[in-house]
């Protein structure tokens, strides 16, 4: 009922940048969150950034002052810039969609969707 679709992953060498783009279309009634998450090879999945639409943002401690989060709410749409990128920045990033769908003449239905994911990849 929501699709996400991601784009802007790739390589990039230590000291660039990238931006990362995620649209969320379909029966979307009301969007809690939207943001991104991470996983490296061998780690767990972490946030590395989040904007509520109360209009609070979080950063991972490891991305900020370097990234920066950002949401278009009339598209849908949440964006992730990253500057400054080093090696262990290194892994797919997920966009997740917290919010509500439209569920015919019953309530709203609480949804989370995550993204397919991007590589990301900074190596010289």
């Known amino acids: 009922q929501v699709q996400l679709e991601e784009s802007g992953g790739g390589l990039v060498q230590p000291g660039g940048s990238l931006r990362l783009s995620c649209a969320a279309s379909?029966?979307?009634?009301?969007?809690?969150?939207m943001g991104w998450y991470r996983q490296a090879p061998g780690k767990e999945r972490e946030l590395v950034a989040q904007k509520t639409s109360g209009g609070s943002t979080d950063y991972a401690h490891s991305v900020r002052g370097r990234f920066t989060i950002s949401r278009d709410n009339v598209h849908n749409m949440v964006y992730l810039e990253m500057n400054s990128l080093k090696p262990e920045d290194t892994a797919v990033y997920y966009c997740r969609f917290v919010g509500y769908t439209n569920n015919g003449p019953s309530v709203p239905r609480h949804v989370e969707v995550w993204g397919q994911g991007l590589l990301v990849t900074v190596s010289s």
């Open positions: 379909g029966d979307i009634f009301t969007i809690n969150a």
